[in-house]
Every structure is written in C-alpha cells, then in structure tokens.
C-alpha cells in the first residue's frame, strides 16, 4: 500500500518544523515504508500564492491524500484580512471539509522534561492524559454568527454554542472506545450548570455510556477542570469535551509536559482518515529563526502512522527516537535546563534522524 500524505507546511514555524518531520519519513521511506508526500499552501500562504486560506488544489490534494500533515497557520500580518480570509479560516474549512470531527490531543510528560514542566515533578511524574475534543461543532461552526447592530444601534457580536444529537453521539463513541483501551476513565467537561447546549451534551453522554458498562464515567465544570489540571492531574485518564474548551484545555495540558512544542494532535474522520499537526500556533514571535520545538510535530507522524495506516512499529520507532534525544539531553529553547544541550529547530531533526 501506498501511504499518500499531503503536506501542508503553513505560516510562521510551520515549515520549519514540518521540514523536520519530513525527514523523519524520509528515514522511513529510505528503510522500505512506501509514502508519497506532496506538498501544497494553506492558511496565510493560501492566500498569498490564490488569494484564498484552503485553495481549490490543497482542497483536491487533502481530499485525495489519505492523511494530511499541517505546520501551524496564522500570523499577525493576516489579522486585518476579511474574516473568510484569514489563515485561521483555512484550518476550520480543511477540517470541516474532511469531516475531522475526533481531535486527540495526548498529554504525556517523558520523565526527562519532569523539570520543564510547569508542576512538581511529584505531581506530574508519569503523566499520561489523553484529551479528544470534538473538533467540527460547538461554538467555532454554530450559525449564525457575526457582528451585527442591535435594535438600539449598537453594535454587537454573537456565535452560537451548538451540538446536533449525532455530533455529540459520535465523539462520545470515539471517547469511550479510547477509554476502553486505556484505563477506562472517561471524564466528560462541560458547564452544564449554565449552558443548555452542555446540558445536552451531559444528557447524551450519560445515554451512551450504557453502551460502556466498563467504563467508568465522570462529570466535571470546565472551570474545575481547569483548576484539577494543575492541582492534580494524574486524576485525568481519558477527558473528551466540545470544541472550545477542548481547545483551551489542551494548551493547558500542554505545560504538564514541559512545553506546547511536545503536544501533538490528530484530527480523526470515521474512518481513520486524518490530519496530524502540533497543537501549538505558527509561533510568529520564533518564526524563521530556526528555534521551535519540531517534536510535537514529528509526534504527530508518529500517530498518522498509527491512527491512519497501522503501522505500529514504524509509530513506536519514532517515539523511541524522540525518548533517545530526550535522553541524550537534547533541548529546544523552550524545554532547556542547565546541563543540557540547546539545539535549534534542525538540530533537533539531526538529533532525532540520527537516533532513528
Ligand atoms: N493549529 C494552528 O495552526 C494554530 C494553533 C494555535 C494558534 N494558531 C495561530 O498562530 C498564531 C500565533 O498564535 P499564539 O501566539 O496565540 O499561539 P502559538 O501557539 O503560536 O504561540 C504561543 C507561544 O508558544 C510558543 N510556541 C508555540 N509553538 C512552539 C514550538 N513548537 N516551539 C517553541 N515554542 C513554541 C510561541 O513562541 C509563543 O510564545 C495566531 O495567528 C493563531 O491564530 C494556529
Ligand atoms: C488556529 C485555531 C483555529 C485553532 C483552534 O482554535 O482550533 C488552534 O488554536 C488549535 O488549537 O488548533
Ligand atoms: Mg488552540
């Protein structure tokens, strides 16, 4: 089987890092792994090479492709740009378009960052949090949407919080199938306590679960959880929530485990299709200076490997790789500690090619 993936470098570090986890497949490929890797524009650098953040060739090639790998979009030379024309926009519609309605988000802490991170090592050590946030509803798609003027003449936005039953049915099955493999814990956020669509969305997940007598389901406010994250969050096993808090939580997470560079993400159809990127931003403030993270985004192939093509070995053999750096004492700016070695953005790459 071929294993075909489009690659959509981005804005900002996204190329950088993608240049990395591309030679990541590239040692792959050379060792017998049949992929086919083409490349096109998305987010700001749709727009500047069609006038467009999700252009009709990367649509024809993501749609094609049967997994998608994605840089990071956005930029602050963009943010003045038409709404529907903003880098950002090209993620929602790519997501959209390819019905990637099942974000996993892992949390995991490599004992060697146990220092990085923003908790004591007793609290943090052996942390290991999967997040699955629904990525296609909620309050990022719900119409209408916009900035209008009121009956008094003021002017005014709104979104709209929305979940269809099957939205929410889909991403409880994702869930409570993820936590079956794992420790059987599944912790549902929401505010239920003031939003009727998260009143909802605790409605049918309480339904579903019956379908899962394994697992054991909890409840918790988003503020909480919040809050346990950083209190105790070896209390989490598996958390699935809707679009906006998953966001917000996962950036969250991602200081448990040194840094938002280590946090990488899959983007999941029904069937396994998937687009596969760091869960960071374009990171304009380090861009084109060869100083980002690339792990998060050679993790993310690592699970386009195992979620999309099975292939196990090859998803083990590059997180044993990014393990041997880490030992090895191979740091980016943002997970350095005295005593270690800092590297660049490539360096990292030459570091995690060579323990290939
Ligand atoms: N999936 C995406 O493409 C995505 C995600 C988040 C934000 N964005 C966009 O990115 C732009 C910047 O957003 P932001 O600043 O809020 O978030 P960001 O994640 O880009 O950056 C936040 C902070 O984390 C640092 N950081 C991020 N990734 C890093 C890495 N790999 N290595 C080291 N440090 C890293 C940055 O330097 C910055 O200080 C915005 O246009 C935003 O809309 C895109
Ligand atoms: C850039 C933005 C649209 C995106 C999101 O909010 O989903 C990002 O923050 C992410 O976490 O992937
Ligand atoms: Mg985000």
Not at 211 to 226: Q, R
Request: glycine share 8%.
């Amino acid at each position: 089987m071929i294993m075909k993936i489009a690659v959509l470098p981005g804005d900002g570090i996204g190329p950088e890092i993608i240049a990395q986890a591309r030679r990541v497949l590239d040692v792959l490929k050379s060792d017998g792994l049949k992929i086919e890797l083409e490349e096109a524009p998305i987010g700001g650098a749709g727009y500047d090479a069609y006038g467009q953040p999700y252009p009709e060739v990367t649509q024809k090639l993501a749609r094609e492709a049967d997994a998608v790998l994605l840089g990071a979009v956005g930029g602050p030379q963009y943010d003045n740009l038409d709404r529907p024309l903003r880098p950002e926009r090209g993620l929602l519609a790519i997501r959209k378009d390819l019905n990637l309605f099942a974000n996993l988000r892992p949390a995991i802490l490599y004992p060697e960052l146990a220092n990085a991170s923003t908790l004591k090592p007793e609290v943090v050590s052996g942390l290991d949090i999967m997040i699955v946030r629904e990525l296609t509803g909620d309050i990022y798609f719900g119409q209408p949407r916009g900035i209008r003027v009121n009956d008094k003449g003021e002017r005014e936005g709104f979104n709209t919080m929305l979940y269809s039953e099957s939205e929410i049915r889909r991403i409880a099955h994702v869930a409570f199938g993820i936590a079956q493999k794992r420790q059987k814990k599944l912790c549902s956020v929401d505010k239920a306590n003031v939003l009727e669509t998260t009143e909802f969305w605790k409605e049918i997940f309480i339904d579903v679960a019956k379908e899962y007598p394994d697992v054991e389901l909890s409840h918790m406010y988003v503020d909480n959880a919040a809050m346990q994250l950083v209190r105790n969050p070896k209390q989490f096993d598996v958390m699935v929530t809707g679009n906006i808090f998953g966001d917000i939580l996962s950036d969250e997470a991602s200081m448990l485990t040194g840094s938002i560079g280590m946090l990488p993400s899959a983007s999941l159809d029904a069937n396994n299709k998937g687009l596969y990127e760091p869960s960071h931003g374009s990171a304009p403030d380090i861009a084109g200076k060869n100083l980002a993270n690339p792990l998060a985004t050679i993790l993310s192939t690592a699970m386009m490997l195992r979620y999309t093509f099975g292939q196990e070995e090859a998803a083990v053999r590059i997180e044993n790789a990014v393990k041997t750096v880490l030992k090895q004492g191979y740091r980016t700016g943002d997970i350095f500690e005295e005593g270690c070695e800092k590297v660049s953005c490539s360096g990292m790459g030459d570091a995690v090619v060579a323990a290939l």
